[in-house]
């Protein structure tokens, strides 16, 4: 496994063209896991490296962002990564989980957020004529990103939906073994489907989780 930081680039197929090399780099095969803007960064990247699947997380069919958002963060209220961190939870009174959400966007920085944000309004995705196998994973309490986004993501890559109870946009965080047991799913349908004459994911089948 290997974690690659979304870059500061003003577009997403700029970030996922600043990836490519570095996941060509990887064996196959490959499974791109990326949540709400890496999510888009990964459909971008799967276009420009072979991928054996895909697992996107809090991440719809292009995600929405609001010019009242965007104005926000560019004003840089104090508490803006505070905020941001209680709207991204579930439970925004566990203050433990507000603080390391927070330490996460500070790590970026108010303008690389700011750019971030730009960029993944500006998106608007195109799904490949002939998708890997995707797993689109939604924390039910998501109010970034609606249900029918990931559902369409989901009908548009001909994947798979997996709600996760009790997380919002950060599912990988509030809820991990759930979040890791689908993603370790996901990698299985990949390995399957890539297997001569493996049948793929079978419609009522039972994952192994």
């Known amino acids: 496994m290997r974690i690659l ?21 990887l064996p196959e095969r490959r499974v ?10 990964a459909l971008e990247v799967e276009k420009l490296v072979p991928v054996q699947g895909l697992i996107l997380i809090a991440t719809g069919f292009g995600i929405t962002v609001g010019e009242s958002l965007l104005e926000w963060v560019a004003a840089n209220p104090p508490d803006l990564f505070e905020k941001m961190a209680g ?40 799904p490949p004529a002939a998708p890997p196998p995707t797993l689109v994973i939604w924390g039910r309490e998501d109010r970034s990103v609606p249900l029918a986004d990931h559902v369409e993501l989901a009908l548009r890559y001909r994947g798979v939906l997996a709600p996760v109870a009790g997380a919002a946009h950060k599912p990988f965080f509030e809820r991990p073994e759930e979040t890791v047991s689908w993603m370790l799913w996901a990698a299985w349908w990949a390995a399957a489907a890539g297997d001569r004459g493996a049948p793929g994911l079978r419609p009522g089948g039972t994952p192994p989780r």
């Open 5 to 25: 930081p979304v870059p500061d680039e003003p577009s997403v197929p700029a970030m996922a063209a600043a990836l490519a090399a570095q996941v060509a780099e």
């Open 32 to 41: 791109l896991t990326g949540a709400s803007l890496g999510g888009m960064v």
């Open 87 to 126: 709207v991204s939870l579930a439970d925004r009174e566990n203050r433990d989980q507000v603080a390391l959400a927070a330490r996460d966007f500070a790590a970026r920085g108010q303008p690389v957020v700011l750019r971030h944000l730009r960029a993944l309004g500006a998106y608007r995705p195109e």
